[in-house]
């Protein structure tokens, strides 16, 4: 099979590549630029986004499109970042589904990124789904018009909206960044612990795009998430278990907010949501409960 991976060389992109590549598949990355760390593999070709603009024909007879591009909203939320986050994510869209028109032959399937934030923010309600779409803050207007502008691009061609939560793996995304207080003594909850914590392990996200793409019956938005969704306060204390860490200083969402402004919302809120299209089209994750996610991310 051959597959087109835009954002290909981003923490999502690599593990797919790496995965498809050992199945024996063709890859084609796409990017802003070719990683200077690029891997030299038979199976494997890289082009910037201007690159197959002007030479579609590399891609033809793609299976699959992967669309995982876009900026951060790991930054701070100036009206600039906030502007530079909503503008990457249109554009990626855009170049993705011009690449496909160009195609003389489409791929059967679209996999389009997105983010749990569509369903806003709670602390007791539960998402899957078939909940309707919140606009509450940024995320979720972000996700929101996202998905809209994915809807109004990508024509006649199966498209998967994959809705992920926190993805967790050791050499980037937010886990890192989680674990570091832990690793210097002073982890603890995030404000009031209670906020919902929708995870996923790098590895079953990766096996959720390979299954969308394989099974002709998924489309439309697909939860990337366990479907053992935990608090704030509870993914701390496992953390501290598994790592054998102390689990003892908060955080007030005060400082936190000092901090970072507004980007503490993603850590002071959340959602429970669970991925129930991919459970009740036969989906096995690996890693269902946290403490063998991390398990296993501390082995490596």
Known sequence: MKYIICGGSGFIGRELTEYWLAAGHQI????RKIPEDKQDHPGL??????????????????????????????????SAGKKAIMESRLQTVAAAAKLADDLHHKPAVIIQASAVAI???????????????????FPSEVVKVWESTADESYRNVRLVKLRT??????????????KLPYSLGVGG???????????????????????????????????????????????????GKVY??????????????????????????????????????????????????LEQLKSE
Request: glycine share 8%; proline share 8%; with cysteine.
């Open 28 to 31: 084609i990355v796409v990017g």
């Open 165 to 178: 939560g926190v993805v967790l793996g050791n050499d980037s995304g937010a886990f890192p960044k989680m």
């Open 189 to 239: 909850k995030i404000g009031s612990g209670k906020q919902w914590l929708s995870w996923i392990h790098l590895s079953d996200i990766v096996r959720l795009i390979d299954f969308c793409v394989q099974n002709p019956a998924v489309e439309g938005p697909v939860n990337a998430t366990a479907p053992n969704p935990v608090t704030n306060e509870q993914f701390g204390r496992m953390i």
């Open 45 to 78: 070709s890289y082009f910037t986004w201007d690159n197959l603009a002007a030479n579609p024909a590399a891609a033809e007879g793609a299976d699959a499109l992967v669309n995982l591009a876009g900026a951060s909203l790991s930054q701070r939320w100036t």
């Open 244 to 293: 054998h860490r102390p689990h003892w200083f908060p955080l007030p969402g005060v400082l936190l907010k000092a901090a970072v402004g507004e980007l503490s919302e993603i850590l002071l809120q959340g959602q429970r949501v669970l991925p129930s299209k991919a459970v009740n089209e036969g989906f096995t994750f690996t890693y269902p409960t946290l403490q063998p996610a």
């Open 119 to 137: 369903y806003g923010t709670s602390l007791k309600d539960t998402f899957d789904e078939a909940s309707p779409a919140r606009v509450v803050d």
